[in-house]
T-cell receptor
Framework: SQQGEEDPQALSIQEGENATMNCSYK?????LQWYRQNSGRGLVHLIL?????REKHSGRLRVTLDTSKKSSSLLITASRAADTASYFC???????????????FGKGITLSVRP | GAVVSQHPSRVICKSGTSVKIECRSL??????MFWYRQFPKQSLMLMAT?????????EQGVEKDKFLINHASLTLSTLTVTSAHPEDSSFYIC???????????????FGSGTRLTVV
């Protein structure tokens, strides 16, 4: 079953603008991860934020996590045409070293960045 | 970083035949591997989780006899779609996870996916 729900489902912006994508989930988590998928390709891990963290940065990416609201946001600053892809949030409910952890993906957001 | 190789990238098969998809961790030991299915413009749905040397754990609604998973070594897991039908056409993606503290560690590394078309 799906855990995360992203919004918007589709986002179209101009190159140079910032893109903000949101994800909500239902159960307690160990960490939340964001992935990128180019059409017909595998997933690329972007960033992981643990349940005890509130904000994390990686290059042009900024992710926030609000466990009280069970929500996360991914911000891509100064977007580029090459950022065009689908973005998924995924929640990991297992313990750090637990064998039972697995990722549950949201529905995904299609981001189009116009040159 | 950790690399997972998935083959083939595309396969077309006739209805009723079986297809095997391989997922290899190239530079780390994958104690756990995951198989996902993705329909066009949809999310990834977990099909099963396999630990090396033991039987796979299937998600609810996934037919064990149709989707055979073998995780015989720490670097290889295979998914066999048996007696494939057109409705099995989909994008299948594997993911591998190693031991914390080792290369590949706790993170999930994904293969590039296999596009299966059953005609």
């Amino acid at each position: 079953s799906q855990q995360g729900e992203e919004d918007p489902q589709a986002l179209s912006i101009q190159e140079g603008e910032n893109a903000t994508m949101n994800c909500s989930y239902k159960t307690s988590i160990n960490n939340l991860q964001w992935y990128r998928q180019n059409s017909g390709r595998g997933l690329v891990h972007l960033i992981l934020i643990r349940s005890n963290e509130r904000e994390k940065h990686s290059g042009r990416l900024r992710v926030t996590l609000d466990t009280s609201k069970k929500s996360s946001s991914l911000l891509i600053t100064a977007s580029r045409a090459a950022d065009t892809a689908s973005y998924f949030c995924a929640t990991d409910t297992g313990f750090h070293t637990g064998a039972n952890s697995k990722l549950t993906f949201g529905k995904g957001i299609t981001l189009s960045v116009r040159p | 970083g950790a690399v997972v190789s998935q083959h083939p990238s595309r396969v077309i098969c006739k209805s009723g035949t079986s297809v095997k998809i391989e997922c290899r961790s190239l530079d780390f030991q994958a104690t756990t591997m995951f198989w996902y299915r993705q329909f066009p413009k949809q999310s990834l749905m977990l099909m099963a989780t396999s630990n090396e040397g033991s039987k796979a754990t299937y998600e609810q609604g996934v037919e064990k006899d149709k989707f055979l998973i073998n995780h015989a070594s720490l670097t290889l897991s295979t998914l066999t779609v048996t007696s494939a039908h057109p409705e099995d056409s989909s994008f299948y993606i594997c993911s591998a996870r190693g031991d914390p503290g080792k290369k590949g560690g706790y993170g999930y590394t994904f293969g590039s996916g296999t596009r299966l078309t059953v005609v």
